[in-house]
Nanobody, 121 residues
Framework: QLQASGGGLVQAGVSLRLSCAAS????????MGWFRQAPGKEREFVAG????????YYADSVKGRFTISRDNAKNTVYLQMNSLKPEDTAVYYC????????????????WGQGTQVTVSS
């Protein structure tokens, strides 16, 4: 199971850090990723991180503002979001990729419960 947390209502320009705690699996075997879905839009890939944290991948829309990281000892993956914009408003989900790579959004599954991020202008 994956449980995301840390969302909230914030003003544009501030930062938030999302967390996703994993249970019931060998966390370090999986790549992890963050996705988001805004109202009326399809779910989109935001960021991915390989099983060992060595490689990270980002959507162009968040590159330079968001940072994905993981702590395998805590079975947790994080998404540090800086310089938030209203267009970042969405429900954010974490997911696991059994290939361990994290570079291909089609391999992600085991979606956790999302956390709402709302950015006001």
């Amino acid at each position: 199971q994956l449980q995301a947390s840390g969302g909230g209502l914030v003003q544009a320009g501030v930062s938030l850090r999302l967390s996703c705690a994993a249970s019931g699996r060998t966390f370090s075997n999986y790549a992890m990723g963050w996705f988001r879905q805004a109202p009326g839009k399809e779910r989109e890939f935001v960021a991915g991180i390989s099983w060992n944290g060595r490689w990270t991948y980002y959507a162009d829309s968040v590159k330079g503002r968001f940072t994905i990281s993981r702590d395998n000892a805590k079975n947790t993956v994080y998404l540090q979001m800086n310089s938030l914009k209203p267009e970042d408003t969405a429900v954010y989900y974490c997911a696991a990729d059994p290939t361990g790579r994290g570079s291909d959004s089609t391999f992600f599954g085991s979606w956790g419960q999302g956390t709402q991020v709302t950015v006001s202008s």
